[in-house]
């Protein structure tokens, strides 16, 4: 990748990311998280598969999923690295969870800043990389491989919207980037990683809108 492709994508991630600043979502995601981790839901066995004693999840936002994670799975963390490119964010969460087991870090919106090769037992993003374009998905895609130690596993909820690719993802049913399972194979095995699962799932009474996938180094 060119210096110029990487100041481009960065640019693009840190653009992306100003549309969430301050946004009234994640108050109201507050009120369904409960549905995200019901035990029969595709997320929810999937996660399960996970070894999550070091463990990333990236694009945290308010930290709804890791105060969930804590209160209820804290035995088997024994690292967790809550990551968001808004500083924002991070602050939020900061006020929000008190554990030593936890680490805050802002990133640059395409790498997984402050992770050290090889370490991560695991890494998840729910309900974030929807919204993400294609080259940063890959760019995290190559960061995963990067931070995962061989056995690990990522597990990461992405757009199954294939339509209007230049259309800015603002303007999509449920503000749904470009992006399709087969896609986001492909990039996973372009970065070194293998499929493990994946499970293409309706979103706000959108049949296939989103996709489930577990990955593994």
């Given at each position: 990748?060119?210096d110029?492709n990487?100041?481009?994508?960065?640019?693009?991630a840190?653009?992306?990311a100003?549309?969430?600043?301050?946004?009234r979502?994640?108050e109201?995601?507050?009120?369904?998280n409960?549905?995200?981790?019901?035990?029969?839901?595709?997320?929810?066995?999937f996660?399960?598969?996970?070894?999550?004693?070091?463990?990333?999840?990236?694009?945290?936002?308010?930290?709804?999923?890791?105060?969930?994670i804590?209160?209820n799975?804290?035995?088997?963390?024994?690292h967790l690295?809550?990551?968001?490119?808004?500083?924002?964010?991070i602050?939020?969460?900061?006020?929000?969870?008190?554990?030593h087991?936890?680490?805050?870090?802002?990133?640059?919106?395409?790498?997984?800043?402050?992770v050290s090769d090889?370490?991560?037992?695991?890494?998840?993003c729910?309900?974030?990389?929807?919204h993400?374009?294609g080259?940063?998905?890959?760019s995290?895609?190559?960061?995963?491989y990067?931070?995962?130690?061989?056995?690990?596993?990522?597990?990461?909820?992405h757009?199954?919207?294939?339509?209007?690719?230049?259309?800015?993802?603002s303007q999509?049913?449920?503000a749904r980037?470009?992006?399709?399972?087969?896609?986001?194979s492909?990039?996973a095995?372009?970065a070194?990683?293998?499929?493990?699962?994946?499970?293409?799932?309706?979103?706000g009474n959108?049949?296939?809108?989103?996709?489930?996938?577990?990955?593994?180094?």
């Amino acid at each position: 990748m060119t210096d110029s492709n990487a100041k481009n994508i960065l640019k693009l991630a840190e653009d992306q990311a100003k549309v969430w600043e301050g946004s009234r979502y994640y108050e109201d995601a507050e009120k369904w998280n409960h549905r995200s981790w019901g035990e029969d839901t595709d997320f929810f066995k999937f996660f399960t598969m996970l070894d999550i004693q070091f463990t990333v999840e990236l694009a945290c936002g308010h930290g709804r999923h890791s105060e969930y994670i804590l209160e209820n799975f804290d035995d088997k963390v024994t690292h967790l690295i809550m990551m968001d490119i808004l500083q924002s964010n991070i602050e939020f969460c900061k006020n929000r969870i008190h554990s030593h087991k936890v680490t805050f870090v802002k990133n640059d919106g395409v790498h997984l800043n402050d992770v050290s090769d090889s370490y991560c037992t695991s890494i998840f993003c729910y309900d974030a990389m929807v919204h993400f374009d294609g080259d940063v998905i890959l760019s995290y895609l190559h960061e995963t491989y990067r931070v995962l130690r061989f056995g690990g596993m990522g597990l990461f909820h992405h757009s199954n919207y294939d339509q209007n690719a230049e259309r800015h993802f603002s303007q999509n049913p449920h503000a749904r980037a470009f992006m399709s399972a087969s896609l986001f194979s492909d990039h996973a095995k372009q970065a070194g990683l293998k499929i493990v699962g994946q499970r293409i799932i309706q979103w706000g009474n959108i049949p296939d809108l989103d996709c489930l996938t577990l990955v593994s180094k």
